[in-house]
């Protein structure tokens, strides 16, 4: 069979390379190992930008990229409950927090005495049946309020004498 100018053949008719052959014939001798310590390093590189992004390193990130707020650090999660996942992104998000040190949330809020707003945040805790031991103690507790464009609302619950600090968000 002959082979013409444009075959698909690594030799013309005259038996010379095709142009740009050369780097084919003359390249390097491929290193697996090599190769796949890249591909990891790289793998492992976008799984910790994601993490970062999506604040899978802690609550506390969650909350700061959701409100812009900073809670303290050191608080271990004790309680979380939420309403799961839907459609539209609406939800009920419930968390409790112990610090060891109580006063350390003190100064990173702008705390009010709770005048009404227990009421609201019991209809929600209802909604996600949250059970009486897992809710905030209001008569011992200050308020952080917030409430976004859409609807969407933030009470923060805060008993300075036991480090306790309760979180419930409702996504509208």
Not at 98 to 109: G, R
Not at 129 to 146: C, F
Request: proline content about 4%.
């Amino acid at each position: 069979m002959q082979y013409t100018k444009h075959s698909f053949h690594p030799r013309n008719i005259t038996g010379k390379h095709k142009p740009g052959i050369e780097k084919y014939i003359n390249a390097k001798k491929f290193n697996l190992k090599e190769y796949m310590n890249k591909r990891i390093s790289l793998i492992v590189m976008m799984i910790f930008c994601l993490c970062l992004c999506a604040g899978c390193f802690g609550y506390r990130g969650v909350v700061k990229s959701n409100w812009g707020i900073t809670l303290p650090a050191g608080g271990k999660e004790v309680y979380e409950k939420d309403s799961g996942a839907s459609f539209h992104g609406d939800s009920i998000r419930y968390h409790a927090l112990l610090y060891d040190d109580p006063e350390k949330p003190a100064e990173y809020l702008d705390w009010k005495i709770i005048s009404g707003e227990e009421k609201a945040s019991e209809e929600l805790l209802e909604k996600i049946s949250v059970p009486e031991d897992g809710r905030p103690d209001y008569v011992n507790s200050v308020i952080y309020t917030d409430e976004q464009g859409d609807g969407s609302r933030l009470f923060i619950f805060y008993n300075g004498s036991g480090g306790e600090v309760w979180i419930l968000e409702e996504f509208i």
